[in-house]
């Protein structure tokens, strides 16, 4: 068994907490938490399992990280404290341990990564022996696995599209939709997820990654944004009122081009309640979705809808997050140190966890 820490218990780490504790390979160690209020409390309330595990959750890092655990599932926020979500991912695998996480999007595709986020992970795998693997959903398997194996079902290929639509007033994390993506600020705000350059830092490395598997040499990488007021007021379940003419919608795509032609993209379209862009293309049950169109003889278009907590869409994407990460812990674990990313790490089987659920 390959003891493993979830650090953070936020929509990744409860996720977390039952993903290691129904894996087989693995065992909860240890939860470390940063809000006081929950230091003490048993890993299974903290992640709605409803049952005790045994493990009370701790804010002493040190400690944790001394027991040398195998694993350490990184579950904390990176999106507005980079910094220091790489210091802490950085002194994880300095102790030797396989760690996995959505938090650092340059490091998707690490080989493209700067300097300034590769050199220390790199510097901590050859001091300590660990390893390093980043991905998610969108980005994440969203936009690599899922659509390069899908891709492998054409005969012709002119365009492979990924998208996610989303209503994001199911996604209950205020910050990062009102202000790093502009919801329910005025049209004149400028959110920092949108400013120019930001998607193609975030996603962009998903582009290079599937032109890496496909082959093909980019020209460059290119953007498109549009964004939509609301025109009435909506009160949200999880996040309150979004007043009308603030922004309610945005649509923007990362164009791979090949040649010349935008041939690798990577689209969103979201919203903070259906009534907004009603003519932009929209999830099948309007809450949310992943979809991904092989535009080629044949055409192929697969959709996944993930749900979780509650029938909750955006706890379903962060669950197949975690589902990735986790999954390939044991894998890692017998892999050799280094900096992996998701061309590296198989998507693998549920082995030994058919009809198995946490009793």
């Known amino acids: 068994m390959i003891s493993t820490v979830v650090w953070g218990t936020g929509n990744v780490g409860r996720a977390a ?10 065992k909860l160690a240890h939860v470390l938490v940063h809000d006081p209020r929950k230091v003490g409390r048993d890993a299974g309330g903290l992640a709605g399992i409803g049952r005790d595990l045994g493990v009370a ?15 350490v599932v990184y579950a904390a926020s990176g999106d507005i404290r980079p910094d220091e979500a790489l210091a802490d991912i950085v002194r994880a695998v300095r102790t030797g341990a396989v760690v996995v996480t959505p938090a650092l999007y340059a490091l998707y595709d690490q080989r493209g990564a700067p300097p300034e986020l590769r050199e220390p992970v790199l510097a901590a795998i050859a001091d300590g022996g660990g390893s390093l693997f980043v991905s998610g959903v969108d ?19 002119e365009v492979i599209r990924c998208q996610e639509i989303f209503d994001y007033s199911t996604y209950d994390q205020p910050d990062s939709v009102r202000h790093l993506i502009g919801m329910g600020h005025p049209m004149e705000y400028e959110p920092l997820m949108l400013a120019a350059s930001v998607p193609t830092m975030v996603w962009g490395g998903q582009i290079r990654l599937m032109a890496r598997a496909l082959g093909v040499e980019l020209d460059d990488i290119r953007e498109t944004m549009a964004r939509r007021p609301l025109e009435t007021t909506v009160t949200t379940r999880t996040m309150g009122a979004f007043e009308a003419g603030t922004q309610g919608a945005v649509r923007f795509e990362v164009q791979g081009i090949v040649e010349g032609e935008p041939r690798i993209v990577i689209e969103h379209i979201t919203r903070i309640h259906p009534s907004c862009a009603p003519d932009w293309p929209a999830p099948p049950d309007g809450a949310g979705a992943h979809r991904v169109i092989i535009e080629g003889r044949p055409r192929i278009e697969v959709t996944v809808e993930a749900t979780d907590e509650d029938e909750n869409r955006s706890a379903g994407g962060n669950a197949t997050a975690v589902g990735r990460l986790v999954n390939a812990i044991d894998w890692l674990v017998d892999a050799e140190p280094g900096l992996y990313d998701a061309l590296d790490v198989p998507l693998r089987p549920a082995t030994g966890r058919l009809g198995r659920k946490q009793s």
């Open 139 to 157: 980005p994440g398997w969203g936009n690599d696995v899922l659509p390069l194996l899908i891709s492998g079902l054409g005969t012709e290929i």
């Open 17 to 26: 907490i039952r993903a290691v504790e129904a894996h087989p390979a693995l």
């Open 57 to 71: 959750a701790t804010d002493d890092i040190d400690a944790v990280l001394a027991t040398a655990p195998g694993a």
